[in-house]
Structure formats: C-alpha cells, structure tokens
C-alpha cells in the first residue's frame, strides 16, 4: 500500500511563508503526476497547483508568483512553497500523487490527510 503524509501547515501572518511537505511510503514504482488542493471554510475544494511528471506546471490564478510545486524523486516527496501569504489563503490543504505502484500497474490517485494553513492579518 501506499500512504502519504503531509506536514508543513500552521499559522502565519500575511506576507510570510510556508512550504507545505507530502511524503509517500510505500510500494512505489513511480510517482507521476501530483497537485496540491485546498478547502477553505464553506468553500468547495480547489486545485492549487499541478505538476506532469514531464516537469509541466500550473496553478491558479490566485496564487501564480507566489507559490511554487516542486518534488524530490529520491524521497518520493513533493513540496508547495507558498510566499506572500494572504488571509484568503487559509484553507486546509491536500496533496494528490498519481503513483504507479509496480512496473506492470495503473497508476492511481492518492490522496493526504490534509494540513491547516492559517493566514492572520
């Protein structure tokens, strides 16, 4: 099986950073694509920022130049700086990995328990 698990969040004042981590264990062929989400109180969930296994990267328009998706293939590990942080940035937030987990398997989605990003003014 494979487990992710994030860490990183907590409270910040605006115009501070965090960089969020997401560590995946397990049987793990490769780790293709992943994105990072976030909920926000009464808010439905959003995808932040998305990288292809090929390096291609996107994020949305609220955050682009101040967040920043990257991973470490050696850890299995992917990170989301965020920079400048705004109030309207506090959500929880979720990694999603699409991890093949043996040569010869589909690869799946894969989901983290989420960590609290806290923003105050």
Do not use: H
């Not at 992710?4 to 780790?31: N, P, T």
């Amino acid at each position: 099986q494979v487990q992710l698990v994030e860490s990183g969040g907590g409270l910040v004042q605006a115009g501070g950073s965090l960089r969020l981590s997401c560590a995946a264990s397990g049987s793990i062929f490769r780790l293709n694509a992943m994105g990072w989400y976030r909920q926000g109180p009464g808010k439905q969930r959003e995808v932040v920022a998305a990288a292809t296994s090929g390096g291609t990267t996107n994020y949305a328009d609220s955050v682009k130049g101040r967040f920043s998706i990257s991973r470490d293939n050696a850890k299995n590990t992917v990170y989301l700086q965020m920079n400048s942080l705004k109030p309207e940035d506090t959500a929880g937030y979720y990694c999603q990995l699409v991890i093949r987990q043996y040569y010869n398997s589909a690869p799946r989605d894969y989901w983290g328990q989420g960590t609290q990003v806290t923003v105050s003014s």
